[in-house]
């Protein structure tokens, strides 16, 4: 099996700053695609940034400017440093991981959150 493992998440002024990290370990061969969502009270889950094998990534528009999402392929682990935080900003962020095993199963992976709340 895989584990996602985050940390990072807390309470920060707007204008202020977090990085967020996500560790995968188990059964991996490669991972394809690793990203970061989040979810606030009463909304649904949404993309943040995801990030793929060979470095391209996408963001969500509402943090395009403010957030990088970055990887390291030999620590299995995925990096959101958050800059200019706002309080819209306030969810649970999610790490997410498209995984590929020996036996050549591709699955889906979810981390436990991690809070994140931007307020003065």
């Known amino acids: 099996q895989v584990q996602l493992v985050e940390s990072g998440g807390g309470l920060v002024q707007p204008g202020g700053s977090l990085r967020l990290s996500c560790a995968a370990s188990?059964?991996?061969?490669?991972?394809?695609?690793m990203g970061w969502y989040r979810q606030a009270p009463g909304k649904q889950r949404e993309l943040v940034a995801a990030?793929?094998?060979?470095?391209?990534?996408n963001y969500a528009d509402s943090v395009k400017g403010r957030f990088t999402i970055s990887r390291d392929n030999a620590k299995n682990t995925v990096y959101l440093q958050m800059n200019s935080l706002k309080p819209e900003d306030t969810a649970v962020y999610y790490c997410n991981a498209l995984i590929a095993h020996m036996t050549g199963d591709l699955d889906d992976y979810w981390g436990q959150g991690t809070q994140v709340t931007v307020s003065s």
């Open positions: 990030i793929a094998s060979g470095g391209s990534t």
């Open positions: 188990g059964s991996i061969f490669s991972i394809n695609v």
